[in-house]
């Protein structure tokens, strides 16, 4: 069964770090790009990031390009996402999706608040 | 970007009766491989998003089959022939075919 297991949320104060991570398992993760989804409360979905199977290939959002990376270890079958200079506005539920996004993982909240 | 539109946005719906979901997009969901990548989700209270529809209208496994999506090019459509109660929650669809990806606004299915 596919399945990932996203961690590394927690409460920042604004302007600092934080760096989620994503465990896949139940398909080869090499051989799918891989995306970042959050979700404000209460609010829509919306797309952060995506990174092809190899890392060579990486997409942000304009609300995010330049703060957030997007990384994978392929020998880990992990997905990360180090998110910088963290804003009020990144306060959100982040989920990571296999390519094809017919999984998700259960999701890891983000807040950014002093 | 590409925008999705989604009507209603809102729709209360009897046990057993059928419902439908309209869903629009500001340019062409036609990739350059000939498929359309169109898909429907549902996120149930407290849960993450689940696919139920891919590429327009192929049901996802375990979806039941009163779940149906029609539609091409800009305007699309998911139907639910009788409603259940297990089917309350937000409808999204979502566009796969330009970057970057991007959702409706979700339609809050509940029971009258």
């Known amino acids: 069964e596919m399945q990932l297991v996203e961690s590394g949320g927690g409460l920042v104060q604004p302007g600092g770090s934080l760096r989620l991570s994503c465990a896949a398992s139940g398909f080869t993760f090499s051989n799918y790009w891989m995306h970042w989804v959050r979700q404000a409360p209460g609010k829509g979905l919306v797309w952060v990031s995506r990174i092809d199977n190899d890392g060579s290939s990486r997409d942000y959002a304009d609300s995010v390009k330049g703060r957030f990376t997007i990384s994978r270890d392929n020998a880990k079958n992990t997905l990360y996402l180090q998110m910088n200079s963290l804003r009020a506005e990144d306060t959100a539920v982040y989920y990571c999706?296999?390519?094809?996004?017919?999984?998700w993982g259960q999701g890891t909240l983000v807040t950014v608040s002093s | 970007d590409v925008v999705m539109t989604q009507s209603p946005l809102s729709l209360p719906v009897t046990l057993g009766q059928p419902a439908s979901i309209s869903c629009r997009s500001t340019q062409s969901l036609v990739y350059s491989d000939g498929n359309t990548h169109l898909h429907w989700f549902q996120q149930r209270p407290g849960q993450s998003p689940r696919r139920l529809i891919y590429k327009v209208s192929n049901r996802d496994s375990g979806v039941p089959d009163r779940f149906s999506g029609s539609g091409s090019g800009t305007d699309f459509t998911l139907k639910i022939s009788r409603v259940e109660a297990e089917d309350v929650g937000i409808y999204y669809c979502m566009q796969g075919t330009h970057w970057p990806f991007t959702f409706g606004p979700g339609t809050k299915v509940d029971i009258k």
């Open positions: 999706a296999k390519g094809g996004v017919d999984c």
